[in-house]
């Protein structure tokens, strides 16, 4: 196999030369991969000569399958002998490059690839430390009354109509222009007043109502709501009070304080409750650094990325928000329409993420390459051992449904933590 390749920037143009003999061998392997294509009267199908197909149909009859071939051997061969070479995108063949004479043919594949640089600065900067938030009484104040909800209860009432802030078991069935419409009825359907999750005006309406009394509610849906058919239009709701409860918070007390913790008093329970959140606080410090650092190292190291290998980050983004939207019942077309937007602008959106993506990601593998930062065993198992732990099961049983592919991603994060590490050592961070 002979051949040249020309680089411009992340463009790679290869230019093969097939002699005549391998030539007639690529278009004998198209004839046969193709004769079953063709009938002709006094031949069997599939059993006809070459050089009476070609008299028929043309003397280029199989030329395009021979190329086809022709460039994917070749294609190949030449990536086994470059490893230096890593494609980003799909080969094309060069149509302008094409010739043919008595000594064989020659062609050209164009292929985008990895992107060349050298690597800027990544030793030896400094870093502005961020400064740790201090805890306010806010917080713990913050964190208590979110504890206090978890543990609330509710009371039902008896003695008095709707209230603002009530939880209300409620039957409703709407009507549009007197007729019943899909999804708008419901029985025993528990309802917070206040809490704005219903159509506009709604919840205002159940207020005064009794426990057992049947009121109808007129509401407008919006101009704008999802369901096309009902926006904009005017609908009755008869609902009718089923019962009435109220959440009740425990009292912040020494009491509480025993019940959902490990400490006697609420000065004690108080005073974790500020560590811990100090604690975070650091760590989302310690974090902002490690950002600013990574992000510092990424600037200093200019890369001309090519629009395949950010449209193929972009490809990952879009295929895991459908599995998120999919785990909770969606799908990225309805959320599309009720977004009013659409898969390009979805995209697009995207575009600037996945290019800080790809450049960070480049830079990260040839810092691993230059300092030669590898996963050993041990680091890698017990990786996969923190992991299995975090999710219930034993490494053994773990270990077993582990794939290749599994295992790689588990080396990744022990490299990528070793990298990090390397850089806050090399660098101050102060």
């Known amino acids: 196999m002979k051949y040249t390749q020309n680089r411009e920037n992340n463009t790679l143009k290869i230019t093969f030369k097939v002699p005549v003999a391998d030539w007639e061998q690529f278009d004998k392997r198209a004839y046969e991969q ?16 070459k050089n009476v197909l070609e008299s028929r149909y043309g003397k280029g009859l199989f030329f395009e399958d021979a190329l086809y071939i022709c460039a994917q051997e070749y294609y190949s061969e030449f ?86 802030n009530d939880q209300v078991n409620l039957d409703y069935c709407g009507k549009v222009d007197g007729v019943e419409f899909e999804g708008g009825s419901a029985e025993k359907y528990t309802l917070t007043i206040g809490s704005h999750s219903f159509i506009p005006g709604f919840e205002e309406q159940l ?27 005017q609908a009755v709701f008869t609902c009718k009070i089923n019962g009435i409860t109220v959440k009740e918070l425990p009292e912040l007390d020494d ?103 790809v450049h960070t990601r480049l830079v990260f593998e040839e810092i691993v390459k230059a300092e030669n930062i590898t996963a050993n065993d041990e680091a890698v198992d017990a990786k ?9 099961s034993t490494y ?4 077993e449904e582990l794939s290749p592919t599994d295992r790689y991603y588990f080396e990744n994060q022990v490299i990528t933590e070793s990298l990090i590490q390397l850089l806050k050592k090399e660098n101050t961070i102060a």
């Open 34 to 49: 193709n004769k079953g294509k063709y009938s002709v009267p006094g031949f069997r199908k599939g059993h006809v000569p």
């Open 79 to 164: 990536l086994d002998k470059n490893k230096d070479v890593e494609p980003v995108a799909r080969p094309s063949l060069d149509d302008s490059s094409f010739k043919m004479d008595d000594k064989g043919i020659t062609f050209a594949i164009v292929v985008v690839v990895r992107p060349q640089f050298t690597l800027g600065q990544y030793k030896g900067l400094t870093i502005e430390k961020t400064a740790v938030q201090k805890v306010k009484t806010a917080d713990v104040d913050a964190e208590l009354s979110k504890v206090r909800e978890r543990n609330a209860r509710f009371v039902e009432v008896t003695d008095r109509p709707v209230a603002e």
């Open 207 to 233: 207020v005064g109502a009794n426990i057992g009394e049947t009121r109808d509610i007129t509401v407008t849906f919006p101009e704008d709501y999802h369901a096309e058919h009902l926006a904009g239009k």
């Open 255 to 357: 009491d509480f304080a025993k019940d959902v913790s490990e400490f006697d008093t609420l000065k004690d329970y108080k005073a974790d409750i500020k560590k811990h959140i100090a604690e975070r606080y650091q760590k989302d410090a310690e974090r902002q650094d490690e950002n600013k650092l990574i992000e510092t190292v990424v600037k200093n190291t200019e890369i001309d990325i090519p629009n395949e290998m950010v449209d193929e980050q972009i490809d990952r983004y879009v295929e895991d928000f459908r599995y998120q939207l999919s785990s909770q019942g969606l799908d990225l077309d309805t959320y599309l329409k009720y977004t009013g937007s659409t898969l390009e602008k979805f995209r697009e959106d995207q575009r600037e993420r996945a290019q800080r993506a």
């Open 384 to 392: 996969i051992r923190e992991y299995a732990q975090r999710i219930g």
């Open 396 to 399: 053994e049983e773990f270990v």
